[in-house]
């Protein structure tokens, strides 16, 4: 009997091996999109990127994307509401990705105003329209250190916590990011919180309480850190020793879209089981991929002293 199934099992495997076919996917030639990323903020200069898109399957490294990617030669336009207007310069910027953006010279961002973006690119024109809105105050803010302690038995760790009181006479879409600054590394970009951008609706008028954790880190574009720091860096709560910078923002309705669409594709397009979400934006043109975005924005400042 154990020799007839034996046989039974050999069988099969010689059936099931001769019944596979391999299978040859041709994937379709790629064509480079242009990509537009576009902030312009109270106080501060309008600041463009301009890169070309590449396949998911592209090995890329910092070298490739500053030769490759970026992109130079363009003409670049902000335009406000009230006709004020300034060509961008192409130049080093530390607030840019990639050290390097198109910047507005003198112009600077102003609150409860429009603008208009102009990009020329290959005898192609591309616009967009923003709108930064009013800033406003956090009705109070602090480091959280009952929960980690309660929950985690740590004093070493914490959540940042604030309030604030939705306007109800606006349709309010909010956004928050963080720099931490330490003995070990301090963050050059602004990180977003999770959410990245939400609206009032489910608060709207009503003092609402806030979570900020130091969520949306890039391991891209991080420091060159060692084994130990890295550890560190890799982190959402806030420890002894920290400066937290919190810059709290108001968004139009087109920059909300564009964040929430955008960071949902991000966090789950990497599963193959789903379709990337279609990502809302407010470019006009052909082939384009990004956002000109406005933000209202004010920075409050933590500092968690670490003990000796």
């Given at each position: ?211 900020i954790l130091r969520a949306g880190i890039s391991s891209f574009l991080m420091p060159a850190l060692d084994d130990e720091v890295r550890q560190d860096y890799f982190r959402i709560s806030y420890r002894p020793g920290d400066t937290i910078l919190v810059r ?32 809302s934006s407010n470019l006009v043109g052909e082939n384009v991929l990004g956002n000109w975005s406005g933000f209202a924005s004010k920075v409050d400042t933590l500092v968690w002293e670490k003990e000796e």
């Amino acid at each position: 009997m154990q020799r007839i199934t034996y046989y039974i099992i050999c069988l099969l495997t010689i059936v099931c091996l001769g019944c596979q076919t391999e299978i040859e996917v041709d994937l379709p030639d790629y064509t480079s999109k242009l990509v537009i990323e576009g902030t312009i903020e109270n106080g501060k200069p309008a600041m463009v990127v301009l890169s070309k898109s590449i396949p998911f399957f592209a090995e890329i490294d910092m070298e490739y994307i500053m030769q490759n990617v970026i992109v130079r030669d363009a003409e670049l336009w902000v335009t406000a509401d009230d006709g004020e207007t300034e060509q961008l310069n192409f130049q080093f910027h530390g607030e840019s990705p990639y050290y390097m953006a198109f910047v507005s010279p003198t112009m600077r961002g102003r609150e409860n105003m429009g603008y208009t973006l102009r990009v020329i690119y290959h005898d192609t024109t591309y616009t967009a329209h923003t709108t930064i809105p009013s800033t406003f105050d956090l009705d109070s803010i602090w480091i959280d250190t009952a929960y980690m302690a309660s929950e985690f038995n740590s004093d070493t760790n914490a959540t940042v916590r604030c309030l604030l009181t939705d306007n109800p006479a606006e349709n309010n879409y909010y956004s928050f990011s963080v720099k931490v600054r330490n003995e070990k590394f301090s963050d050059r970009l602004w990180i977003y919180t999770l959410p990245i951008a939400f609206d009032d609706q489910t608060f709207n008028g009503q003092t609402f309480n806030f979570e900020i954790l130091r969520a949306g880190i890039s391991s891209f574009l991080m420091p060159a850190l060692d084994d130990e720091v890295r550890q560190d860096y890799f982190r959402i709560s806030y420890r002894p020793g920290d400066t937290i910078l919190v810059r709290h923002s108001l968004i139009d309705h087109d920059t909300y879209r564009f964040m929430v669409t955008g960071g949902n594709d991000a966090v789950f397009g990497s599963n193959p089981f789903t379709n990337p979400a279609p990502v809302s934006s407010n470019l006009v043109g052909e082939n384009v991929l990004g956002n000109w975005s406005g933000f209202a924005s004010k920075v409050d400042t933590l500092v968690w002293e670490k003990e000796e």
